[in-house]
């Protein structure tokens, strides 16, 4: 009864925090958080960040409901707060370039794109995560990969309204048998899932790479070797899919032609 009790507080107090902050900064009406989506639509980005509050606060109270170690939900705040930081600077600062092949290209001139800073920073964060939620060195390795993997695969999928956050509502169910951690990124997507899906707010980086960060330490908590691999094994080959994908996404600068993202950045 305490553990089904721990998951239901968590749950609230992610949805709680994440729909204050949502409609405390949709007051601001910032312009620099506002998009056109794929319709044409103008829709304001700050469902990411609240939903990155709300994730990080409700993971940090989350060993305190399951009654472990109060020091477990650092590092899953760690990782969910760094995360949607990397995600915003992209969301703020991003340019056309897609595919990691592309801003590894840039780097290699000398160019530090968003893209290298989401790669690179959200990658260190899964690391760190890990080594804390882990206690053998080479379950670490996996949950660092896992942790930073399933952000990615987040993003990955958000493609349309509600898509990033109905696939975290699937994948996090499952992490509910294991302990409360799943159940963060849960309340947060469910609390902004009706603005998503009625084209009012999009998730942004900031929020996709969040939640997805939430789900992989969730996982790596509750996994052991076996099923981290599994998992790692997995997410490697969404992203080895989801970067050839993109090699030829069309670009509106060409005119709706593909052209391909791996161009070398100095030619």
Do not use: Q
């Amino acid at each position: 009864m305490i553990g089904k009790l721990g998951r239901l507080g968590t749950f609230a107090v992610a949805a709680g925090v994440s729909r204050a902050v949502y409609a405390g900064l949709r007051r601001g009406d910032d312009e620099r958080w506002r998009r056109k989506n794929y319709a044409g639509r103008s829709v304001d980005l700050y469902a990411g960040p609240a939903i990155a509050v709300g994730t990080a606060i409700a993971a940090g109270t989350a060993s305190a409901a399951r009654g472990g170690p109060a020091a477990r939900g650092g590092p899953v705040a760690f990782a969910v707060l760094a995360a949607g930081a990397c995600g915003a600077y992209d969301d703020l600062r991003g340019d056309h370039r897609r595919g990691f092949r592309a801003h590894l290209d840039a780097l290699r001139c000398g160019e530090v794109t968003s893209g290298a800073v989401k790669l690179f920073g959200i990658g260190a964060a899964g690391l760190v995560a890990g080594a804390l939620l882990k206690e053998r060195p080479v379950d670490k390795v996996l949950a660092g990969v896992v942790i930073a993997g399933t952000a990615h695969f987040v993003n990955l999928v958000d493609v349309a309204p509600g898509r990033a956050a109905l696939t975290v509502l699937g994948l996090g169910a499952p992490g509910l048998l294991r302990g409360p951690f799943a159940a963060a990124p849960m309340g947060a997507a469910a609390a902004v899932l009706a603005d998503d899906l009625g084209e009012r707010t999009m998730l942004g980086d900031a929020g996709a790479h969040a939640l997805g960060a939430a789900v992989g330490c969730a996982i790596a908590a509750g996994n052991g070797r076996l099923g981290l691999a599994v998992h790692a094994a997995g997410l490697i080959a969404a992203a080895v899919c989801g970067e050839r994908s993109e090699m030829g996404v069309p670009r509106p600068e060409a005119g709706g032609r593909s052209v391909p993202s791996c161009a070398h950045p100095c030619e």
